[in-house]
Antibody, heavy 119, light 111 residues
Framework: EVQLVESGGGLVKPGGSLRLSCAAS????????LSWVRQAPGKGLEWVGR??????????DYAAPVKGRFSISRDDSKTTLYLQMNSLEIEDTAVYYC??????????WGQGTMVTVSS | QLVLTQSPSASASLGASVKLTCTLS???????IAWHQQQPEKGPRYLMK???????NKGDGIPDRFSGSSSGAERYLTISSLQSEDEADYYC?????????FGTGTRVTVL
């Protein structure tokens, strides 16, 4: 089955860290460009960052609100995408989705994992 | 600056049609976009990619009553024969070097 499954969400205090995972199956993971997208409660979708396939240099880009605090990586041998989140802020509270594409439009989404930043 | 503009809401009767609009910011008329559907309490689902020439590529399993088109800086999603399960938020998405951008979403209500 073609799917993305996120895990690792939870409750964390401001200033804390959390690592999310996204396990992929059913498609050629090594060709995929993978993104993290988040959705704060009652709000719209916000792109967090993207990692290209190794065939495209594995370039990583981040949205301005998370640059310097979040880090995206991938393990092609485990067909898994990661999001390391440091220095978490209350405003980072959201459902975090992973999404895959071949270069541009997100054509596959995970079901999401909730991250709550609260004291 | 790359920005997508969507109306907050739209509504139509069961069995009718609704046309959603996503407008690209000035200077980005030739950009493709993608449409995504998000039903209540669910994750997003890819519907289709719409190119500047109006051609579109739908995702697997997307019904024929969903179609895409373009005119200038506007990209459209038309849902024909509205069903109750089409009641959802619809987001457009585009991309440029190093960034992805979402519109603010349109909530579709089926009357």
């Amino acid at each position: 089955e073609v799917q993305l499954v996120e895990s690792g969400g939870g409750l964390v205090k401001p200033g804390g860290s959390l690592r999310l995972s996204c396990a992929a199956s059913g498609f050629t993971f090594t060709d995929a460009w993978l993104s993290w997208v988040r959705q704060a409660p009652g709000k719209g979708l916000e792109w967090v960052g993207r990692i290209k396939s190794k065939n495209h240099d594995g370039t990583i880009d981040y949205a301005a609100p998370v640059k310097g605090r979040f880090s995206i990586s991938r393990d092609d041998s485990k067909t898994t995408l990661y999001l390391q989140m440091n220095s978490l802020e209350i405003e980072d509270t959201a459902v975090y989705y992973c999404a895959s594409s071949i270069a541009d439009a997100f054509d596959l989404w995970g079901q999401g994992t909730m991250v709550t930043v609260s004291s | 600056q790359l920005v997508l503009t969507q109306s907050p809401s739209a509504s139509a009767s069961l069995g009718a049609s609704v046309k959603l609009t996503c407008t690209l910011s000035r200077g980005h008329n030739n950009y493709a976009i993608a449409w995504h559907q998000q039903q209540p309490e669910k994750g997003p689902r890819y519907l289709m990619k719409v190119n500047s020439d109006g051609s579109h590529n739908k995702g697997d399993g997307i019904p024929d009553r969903f179609s895409g088109s373009s005119s200038g800086a506007e990209r459209y999603l038309t849902i024909s024969s509205l069903q109750s399960e089409d009641e959802a938020d619809y987001y457009c998405q585009t991309w440029d070097t190093g960034i992805h951008v979402f519109g603010t979403g349109t909530r579709v209500t089926v009357l």
